[in-house]
């Protein structure tokens, strides 16, 4: 069994900064790609940012030079840089991680963070 913690949400004004992190523990044996999505109220959940086990980064067109996705392996841990936040970036954000176990592979979610960008 995979668990994923989160952390790193709040409040924040327009053009502040947060940094999200979302740590992987249990008997994981390999992660393929992590990754970060986010839904607001009345919308699907959408992909944000994922970065795989080679470092290939992908980022949504909303979010590109302003978020950046890093990981750190040897923690099984992924980390979201959310610079300039607009409100629009309001919304319950949920790290994602795929991989495998002894015996399975495995899409494990974390429980989500809350982030409000409001003056």
């Known amino acids: 069994q995979v668990q994923l913690v989160e952390s790193g949400g709040g409040l924040v004004q327009p053009g502040g900064s947060l940094r999200l992190s979302c740590a992987a523990s249990?008997?994981?044996?390999?992660?393929?790609?992590m990754g970060w999505y986010r839904q607001a109220p009345g919308n699907e959940r959408e992909l944000v940012a994922e970065?795989?086990?080679?470092?290939?980064?992908n980022y949504a067109d909303s979010v590109k030079g302003r978020f950046t996705i890093s990981r750190d392996n040897a923690k099984n841990t992924v980390y979201l840089q959310m610079n300039s936040l607009k409100p629009e970036d309001t919304a319950v954000y949920y790290c994602?991680?795929?991989?495998?176990?002894?015996?399975?592979?495995?899409?494990?979610w974390g429980q989500g963070t809350q982030v409000t960008v409001s003056s």
């Open positions: 249990g008997s994981i044996s390999s992660i393929y790609a």
């Open positions: 970065i795989t086990s080679g470092g290939s980064r």
């Open positions: 994602n991680v795929v991989g495998t176990t002894l015996k399975v592979t495995f899409s494990s």
